[in-house]
């Protein structure tokens, strides 16, 4: 896979329309290196609340789509805020449903994790929570460099959430760059 172009998805933790995680997961494509290609998922707006009884009639439509896009894809970066010291419920529902294919989208899918906030912190707690959840479902996270993007709010554009920062662009450059490393082994 060492000279093999790559495609990663983006899965995006928050529903905002300004996000700076969004802004960052949108960012992402112009940033990828050479021979690495970079799209967005659909919303994990787009799942119902996990219920095993909806699930036992059939996987909505949208689970389906993005857990074949996962299986598909070379790399998964998920770009997430953090709510209440941990992950968002949505994108933790998101990851409920896609779980239980019975694809298993994310066993061994190289993961990368970013996450944006206005704190200091920049998402670390919901970093690490997250890890924990793909303990379970045997995705291999990167585990470094990590990008928490503190202060976001002074390095986006504030009607957009869109990331305007040089230096905060070029770090997300590299990680990408390591990232493709990760995955290429």
Partial sequence: MSGKNLHFVTLLGSLRKASVNGGVARALPALAPEGVAISALGSVGDFPLYNADVQAE???????AMGAAIKAADGVIIVSPEYNYSVPGALKNAIDWLSRLPSAPFKAKPVLIQSASPGA??????QYH??????FLDGRVMNAPEAMVGGAYGKSDTATGDLTDAATKEFLGKQLAAFADFVRG
């Fill in 121 to 126: 912190l920049g998402g670390a707690r919901m």
């Fill in 58 to 64: 059939g996987f909505p439509a949208a689970v389906e």
């Fill in 130 to 135: 997250l890890r924990q959840t793909f303990v």
